[in-house]
């Protein structure tokens, strides 16, 4: 055949080496979503042994059960501390009836609205608790002290894990899907410390901001709701010594206030844990001192602003 003769030719590929080749192309994205699922999953799992060695480790130390004894006393005392006239469990704006010295009567034997009566209640029947600051556990091993603390505290205390809030803004995706499989309730929004007491709450705040503990106490700036809450937190104490008694009064003015009706009670420190759980302390706020001061004492607080403040160690919500 001469060239002149030669025809081209159009060669086919194989229609099966062709549907091999898409096959390969599909396939390639779901085994790196699949591979990426794996080492979430890998991550998770990691992370969730690391609170479960912590809460191990705590479990096996006297730490824990000095703190579950102070923590348990101090909810008690709470409870009871408030034994009170019936008009007070009215709503809040109708609380602040006055008697003839401007002031209302606290009446022995009463009924508390904490424990619906004079004797002690079971706690696990009564309260809450509530979380801010724990921070990023799946990367801090100090996190995850506190966090494995706080579930066995809601164990031994026999507060159900539903009914424990827990929140802070640095939370990732990973680590609210833990909180949740741990039978936690992750709130959804950052009320900046801001959450109004109804019934009796143990706060859960080691280390936080000042500003937290401060719009805590400003949202709740009445004798009621104040008897029902029980902080572990920061030092009360520790600040007022080392703030400024002009910036303590004018930053964080209701911590300033309340420093008078205080009892707190520091957790025993422990070199191994010094970091973890150093100059932490249990505060609650007896009823009967609250009610010394007059009505006008409670009236109209003022929202705290710190917009002047550079290091306000809280993040704040977006607006």
């Not at 730490?63 to 006239?85: C, F, G």
Request: proline share 4%; glycine share 4%.
């Amino acid at each position: 055949m001469s060239v002149n003769e030669v025809t081209w030719q159009t060669v086919r590929r194989s229609k099966r080496a062709s549907c091999q080749r898409e096959k390969q192309r599909s396939t390639v994205q779901p085994i790196i979503l699949a591979d990426q699922d794996c080492n979430i999953a890998g991550e998770s799992q990691r992370i969730k042994q690391r609170v479960f060695s912590c809460m191990e480790e705590l479990k096996s130390c006297e730490l824990l059960y000095s703190y579950r004894e102070i923590i348990r006393t101090s909810l008690n005392k709470s409870l009871q501390s408030a034994q009170i006239v019936r008009n007070f469990t009215a709503p809040c704006q109708n609380s602040h009836e006055s008697t003839n010295q401007g002031q209302i009567q606290v009446k022995e034997g009463d009924t508390s609205p904490l424990t619906g009566g004079t004797q002690e209640t079971d706690v696990q029947d009564t309260v809450i608790c509530v979380c801010y600051g724990i921070g990023n556990f799946s990367a801090c091993v100090i996190a995850s002290y506190q966090l494995a603390l706080l579930l066995l505290l809601l164990r031994e205390l026999q507060i159900s894990e539903e009914k424990c809030h827990i929140y802070d803004p640095v939370f990732t995706e990973m680590e609210i899907n833990l909180l949740k499989e741990f039978g936690l309730n992750v709130l959804c929004e950052n009320e900046e410390g801001k959450h109004e007491v109804q019934n009796p709450t143990l706060f859960y705040m080691i280390h936080c901001g000042k500003a937290l503990y401060n719009n805590l106490l400003w949202r709740n700036w009445l004798p009621e709701p104040l008897a029902k809450m029980v902080i572990i937190g920061n030092s009360f104490q520790s600040i007022e010594q080392r703030l400024v008694a002009r910036i303590l009064q004018k930053d964080y003015t209701y911590i300033a206030k309340i420093l008078q009706f205080t009892e707190e009670v520091p957790l025993p420190s422990s070199t191994r844990y010094l970091d973890v759980f150093n100059d932490t302390s249990v505060h609650w706020f007896p009823y009967k001192k609250l009610m010394d001061y007059p009505r006008t004492f409670w009236d109209s607080p003022a929202e705290p602003s710190y917009e002047h403040i550079e290091d306000l160690e809280i993040i704040r919500t977006k607006k």
